[in-house]
């Protein structure tokens, strides 16, 4: 009898264990709120003391996560930069070489549906993923040339790359009454909004957290994608109590930097022109910036009501940035630091500690960066030309990069446009126009607001930086330097 209560004893132990082993789940993969607003310059993030902005959702972000400084966006650019960061690779290789619109489409010049995409991957792996405000990357139906240009296409569910929330656009400049297609609508069902475009965003975002609707399966991690579009022009479409911050202020004292000027500089060969007509409206600028801030700090908080916060990695930046004025200049798409640096902060304290981070990482890095971060590291696809970085938030060694590529050309010719590359000191450009070349060289260091062009003062240090411009290029099958 005692052996048999022995056995029995024995039995319902094993049984337990059993039990317990096939109840015990793996390791919860994070979540991903991945957020990224248009037009937002590194110069506007608040804890820098630069611009004069209140950002302090966006700050704490960076204070208990890790702040890339050194971050730059390659092809400062709406529809390149996207094109980058979804597929891990530079524009010649992506095919989006500009921003979409219907007179660029015939030339490829959109986001191509066999694209092995950063959403492709996560929904390949798990994720419930999600896209929420501006895509700007498919070609509209191809126009000639004189033709009038649309800018802006419904995205069918089958270019969506994995995502299976959409609550997105094209693009337009609508930030007061924007417009969406959500999930399941057809092409003649857009969604008009009396909202300003973060706020009901953020609306849209909240729900999704809540999953009220059955916007995500619940028992899946998410991927969240929203792309902000202010700071971006209209600056002026943007709520009266967040231009009521800058009431009475003149835009000549908010406009700080050494290097503003307030007549176009006509000298430089690339860059919007047109600021005299267009840099009273940087007051308006800065009040978006407080504004995307606000909604950002409502979708965190409800991160938190929903028990979601801690196990969610949370990233901010920006396609590009704003010259708003400095090197008499407005708006992007050039080398300048005010257009070519962004935002890039990533949060998650579960796993990551605090620091800032100086390593000069480019946009086709973030993808295989991330998924690194994430434990996808062997799911990048094999065509990715960026590198996973993801060591050096646990201080591990990387073989750092040297320079960072600056880019900027026109899918007609992909050889035509500017071309450069920024170094731990120097940032150098040549812009093709007029059948010349212009070459700008700005020391850094000496000189931290691109002040003074040096290209002609050392002979030694030129052909150097145009040495390594072309190595460079040539590694990238770039027809620039044939």
Request: aromatic share 12%.
């Amino acid at each position: 009898m005692k052996l048999i209560a022995y056995f029995i004893i024995l039995s319902t132990v094993l049984c337990s264990c059993a039990k317990q082993v096939k109840d015990t789940k793996p390791e919860t993969k994070p979540n991903l709120l991945f957020i990224f607003a248009d037009q937002y310059r590194k110069a506007s993030l608040g804890f820098l003391n630069e611009d004069p902005v209140q950002t302090p959702n966006i700050d704490n972000l960076a204070e208990n996560g890790v702040f890339f400084s050194r971050a730059v966006s390659n092809h400062p650019l709406c529809s390149p930069y996207r094109g980058m960061l979804f597929t891990g690779k530079y524009p010649l290789a992506n095919g989006v070489i500009a921003n979409c619109n219907s007179g660029r489409t015939a030339y490829g010049n959109y986001l191509k549906k066999d694209e092995v995409c950063f959403s492709d991957v996560l929904a390949e792996n798990g994720y419930s993923a999600g896209y929420v405000g501006k895509w700007h990357l498919d070609g509209p139906e191809p126009t000639l040339p004189g033709e009038t240009v649309e800018w802006d296409t419904w995205c069918p569910p089958e270019n969506r790359h994995g995502f299976s929330f959409w609550h997105a656009y094209g693009t337009h400049g609508r930030h007061n009454n924007p417009y969406y297609w959500t999930t399941h609508a057809a092409e003649g069902e857009k969604l008009v909004v009396n909202k300003w475009s973060p706020e009901h965003e953020a609306d849209v975002i909240i729900d999704y957290l809540k999953n009220t609707e059955h916007q995500r399966i619940n028992e899946k991690p998410f991927a969240l994608f929203w792309s902000i579009n202010p700071p971006h022009t209209p600056f002026g479409e943007v709520p009266e109590k967040y231009k009521q911050q800058f009431a009475g202020k003149d835009y000549k004292q908010l406009l700080n930097r050494d290097n503003v000027k307030f007549t176009t500089n006509n000298d430089l060969q690339r860059g919007d022109k047109g600021v005299e007509t267009k840099i009273d409206q940087a007051p308006d600028y800065f009040a978006c910036v407080n504004g995307v801030d606000d909604q950002i700090g409502r979708v965190i908080s409800a991160l938190k009501e929903q028990g979601l916060y801690e196990n969610t990695i949370i990233v901010f930046t920006a396609d590009h940035g704003e010259m708003l004025g400095s090197q008499g200049l407005m708006h992007k798409n050039v080398w300048f630091k005010e257009a070519y640096y962004i935002p890039l902060i990533v949060h998650f304290p579960k796993t990551v500690k605090s620091k800032t981070e100086d390593i000069m990482i480019s946009v086709p890095d973030y993808m295989p960066t991330m998924l690194g971060l994430m434990g996808l590291g062997n799911q990048i696809p094999a065509k990715v030309e960026g590198v996973d970085y993801s060591n050096v938030f646990f201080n591990k060694a990387v073989i750092r990069p040297d320079k960072q590529l600056y880019f900027g050309s026109e899918p007609s010719n992909s050889s035509s446009g500017a071309r450069g590359f920024r170094n731990a000191q120097y940032t150098f450009a040549v812009v093709k126009a007029n059948g010349q070349k212009y070459y700008y060289l700005y020391n850094d260091i000496n000189d931290p607001f691109q002040m003074v062009n040096i290209w002609g003062n050392n002979k030694d240090l030129d052909e150097k930086m145009e040495q390594e411009l072309n190595e460079l290029l040539f590694g990238m099958n770039d027809p620039w330097i044939k």
